[in-house]
């Protein structure tokens, strides 16, 4: 086995090719030295595996090729956040919160008479239009109408909604309050 010291001026004298190895690799001269030294850190340390007879240089270029690649396959996964607005985007709202509303909501839906909790299912959740919505429970598009008027209206009520009033902190719990009590041709802007 050759020792470390035994290569030290063969590592020495590789540190110029090394180096424009890795500029030609990362393009970025601070890089393109931190490369090196990582290289020569993870040759130095493993010295012992080297085989003596065997080219040095290949070997080193090797160690140089497999940490840049290495290190290219983790930094695709990661996103540069300086200033923290991409983690400040990320932030989850607590759960337990927006649970118990939809509990509720739930439960103020199966209070709905049938009718007009399918009525509601069928133009606030499914997005039919009023029409489509007659023709599949075989009534008249006014009396479709009537039914998801009023069940909005109950529903609100059961929900204790009022009108402009925020409801919840959960985007998604919003979407779904809105849907329940919205009249039909409002647009959120119109909360």
């Known amino acids: 086995m050759t020792q470390p010291s035994d290569n030290k001026a063969e590592l020495i004298a590789a540190i110029p090719r090394l180096r424009a190895f890795a ?51 983790k930094l695709r996964h990661e996103v540069a956040d300086t200033d923290g607005m991409f983690a400040a985007r990320l932030a989850t709202y607590p759960t337990q919160e927006s649970h118990m509303d939809f509990q509720d909501f739930r439960a103020a839906l199966f209070k709905l008479a049938d009718d007009h909790r399918e009525a509601l299912m069928l133009v606030g959740a499914s997005g039919l239009s009023y029409e489509d919505a007659a023709e599949i429970c075989g009534c008249a598009v006014g009396t479709m109408k009537s039914r998801v008027h009023r069940a909005r209206a109950k529903l609100a009520e059961l929900l204790t909604i009022g009108a402009g009033e925020p409801v919840g902190s959960d985007r998604k719990w919003q979407a779904a309050a809105a849907v329940a009590v919205t009249p039909a041709g409002a647009g959120p802007s119109d909360l």
């Open 23 to 73: 500029f030609s690799l990362c393009r970025n001269g601070d890089r393109a030295d931190d490369l090196v030294q990582q290289t020569l850190m993870k040759a130095w340390a493993g010295m012992a595996s080297f085989e003596p007879g065997s080219n040095l240089a290949a070997w080193l270029y090797t160690i140089l090729r497999n940490e840049f690649y290495g290190e290219f396959r």
